[in-house]
């Protein structure tokens, strides 16, 4: 089944931290983005990549970090720097940024 | 991108159509309107997108006025299971959102017995 993946679906981290969330497509699809959702709010953009190796910041970077070493993997870092990492985050993708995204199931970040 | 302006809140009873309204005022020409919803704690679901022309698929129905200012999603017999938030969006270039919360708040869809 092609697909985005998303693992695990609940992590909790404890103060100072660092802790990486899993996205992985088998779509073949060169754009790559992670989202933010905290409760009873819309999604925002952390980070975006448009090819291998490339990343641009969103507008709520600060405390992340991200990857693209391949095309179908776009893992996320939630470092010690984010002070308020609770949430559930969200990994698209899409054939290229002007075309549709698909979302994965998610990952739900707790702080312990 | 153009911001999108979505009611807080619909209520439809099961097996009529749901007809959920988005303005979007200040759409520019190469942006389309998309329509994605999320049933609680999963990832959002695409739903349709359209430019001009109204458009139809499996799951639902896109109707975009003339002056494409704004645009009517239609599921047509509605279940329980289309109970979820429904999110309208303006986009060219998923990219250029970098700063702006695409997806706002949306519409949350009570489908009732």
């Known amino acids: 089944d092609g697909g985005i993946t998303q693992s695990p679906k609940y992590l909790f981290r404890k103060e100072g931290q660092n802790v990486t969330l899993s996205c992985e497509q088998n779509?073949?699809?060169?754009?790559m983005y992670w989202y933010r959702q905290d409760p009873g709010q819309g999604l925002r953009l952390i980070y975006y990549?448009?090819?291998?190796?490339?990343?641009q910041k969103g507008d709520i970077a600060e405390g992340y970090s991200v990857s693209r070493e391949k095309k179908e993997s776009f893992p996320l870092t939630v470092t010690s720097a984010q002070k308020n990492p609770t949430a559930f985050y969200l990994c698209?993708?899409?054939?290229?940024?002007?075309?549709?995204?698909?979302f994965g199931p998610g990952t739900r970040l707790l702080v312990l | 991108d153009a911001k999108t302006t979505q009611p807080t809140s619909m209520d439809c009873a099961e097996g009529r159509a749901a007809n959920l309204p988005c303005n979007h005022s200040?759409?520019?020409?190469?942006?389309?309107v998309y329509w994605y919803r999320q049933i609680h704690s999963q990832g959002p679901q695409y739903i349709i997108h359209?430019?001009?022309n109204n458009e139809t698929n499996e799951m639902a129905s896109l109707i975009i006025t003339e002056d494409r200012k704004s645009s009517t999603l239609i599921l047509p017999h509605a279940t329980l299971r289309d109970t979820a938030v429904y999110y309208c969006?303006?986009?060219?270039?998923?990219?250029?959102?970098?700063?702006?919360?695409?997806f706002g708040d949306g519409t949350t869809l009570t489908v009732k017995p």
């Open positions: 779509l073949n699809h060169d754009a």
């Open positions: 200040t759409i520019s020409g190469n942006e389309y």
């Open positions: 990549s448009q090819i291998v190796n490339d990343f």
């Open positions: 698209a993708s899409s054939a290229t940024k002007q075309e549709t995204q698909y």
């Open positions: 359209g430019l001009k």
């Open positions: 969006i303006v986009s060219h270039d998923f990219g250029t959102n970098a700063g702006k919360s695409t």
